[in-house]
Each structure stands twice: as C-alpha cells, then as structure tokens.
C-alpha cells in the first residue's frame, strides 16, 4: 500500500521549486480533502479530476498559485505518520 498523502506532499514540493504552471497528483478521497482545503485558503489557483497523460490513471491536476512568478506556498510538510492521522 502506498501513502498517497505522503505522495501529494512531495509533489507539491517538487512542483514548487521548479516553478511548473501544473502537476498532477494521485486521486484519493483524502488527497482530495487536502487539495480542497489548500483551494479554499487561496494557497493553489485551480484543481481538477483528469486522467494523467502519461500513466492513463485518474489523477488530480493542480495548479499553483503565483504572485510576481513565485509561487505563494513554497513548501508543505507532513507532521504525522499515516497511522496517526494527524495532519
């Protein structure tokens, strides 16, 4: 079993010091979750379900936020193990 969330946060990170326009992150309920949270403090511009290109599977597009070609969060940090579920 992979740790999706764990997955989103190096994506994120990733995506974030590169810059990139889009990335896409493995589709779960709880990736959703979090991907929603982070839309409703203005933290990313947009999301949505696609298929990601490149592996044909059901993936969640996000695209960031940037102010003056920076992104607005730079980095997130998992505080919690998975089986703790404490975000």
Same mark, same amino acid.
Do not use: H, Q, W
């Given at each position: 079993m992979r740790n999706l969330l764990a997955d989103l946060v190096v994506r994120f990170n990733a995506a974030m010091t590169r810059n990139v326009e889009f990335f896409f992150v493995p589709h779960s309920s709880l990736n959703l979750r979090v991907v929603k949270v982070l839309y409703n403090n203005r933290c990313?511009?947009? %999301?949505?379900?696609?298929?990601?290109?490149?592996?044909?599977?059901?993936?969640?597009?996000?695209?960031? %936020? %940037?102010? +003056?070609?920076?992104? $607005?969060?730079?980095?997130?940090?998992? +505080?919690?193990?998975?089986? $703790?579920? +404490?975000?």
């Open positions: 990313i511009s947009t %999301f949505s379900c696609e298929i990601d290109p490149f592996d044909k599977s059901l993936c969640i597009k996000i695209v960031p %936020f %940037f102010v +003056m070609n920076r992104p $607005l969060v730079r980095s997130i940090e998992l +505080m919690s193990t998975s089986g $703790l579920r +404490m975000y």
